[in-house]
């Protein structure tokens, strides 16, 4: 039996967590306190951020490849995903690893990069990785 390309196997990090594994109201709790603070890595444009200037490295996803996306933007995707309870299996230091989010037809993937603050970083994912299909099907069915 062939083995699934790297773009087809799902990597056990990324599992989504049962939507019943959090109940609404610790969902709203989690988005009330988790915070964008995005990586300079992951930008083309400066928006408002903060960072002196974009750090762009070729081999990172930009999340503003088309146009300046500002972190209010921002943190009402990463909100989006925790109120739509798509969140990752693993959590740190009760945050979780991962939340991903669509926009547009876009899915997001946001990642936790302060565990002691529940501050993410984030940018779009290849829409042809076999991941981003079950994001972007949980996320029409988890849909309020």
């Known amino acids: 039996m062939k ?4 773009r087809q196997r799902i990597k056990p990090k990324q599992a989504l967590l049962e939507a019943s594994q ?5 969902r709203q709790q989690l988005a009330d306190r988790i915070r964008y603070q995005g990586s300079p890595f992951h930008k083309r444009y400066p ?5 002196p200037e974009p750090k762009p490295r070729p081999d990172k996803t ?7 996306l500002l972190k209010s933007q921002a943190e009402e995707l990463l909100a989006a995903g925790v109120l739509r309870g798509m969140v990752s ?3 740190r230091s009760g945050w979780p ?6 926009c547009e037809g876009v899915v997001y ?3 936790l990069q302060n565990q002691e603050l529940g501050e993410y970083h ?11 299909v079950v994001v972007l099907e949980e996320w029409e069915n988890r849909a309020p």
């Open 3 to 6: 083995r699934p390309s790297r």
């Open 22 to 26: 959090l109940s609404e109201c610790e």
């Open 47 to 51: 928006a408002d951020y903060g960072f």
């Open 62 to 68: 930009l999340c503003d490849a088309d146009a300046p």
């Open 89 to 91: 299996v693993q959590f």
């Open 97 to 102: 690893q991962n939340i991903w989010s669509v």
């Open 109 to 111: 993937e946001s990642q």
């Open 122 to 132: 984030g940018y779009p994912m290849s829409l042809d990785t076999a991941f981003a």
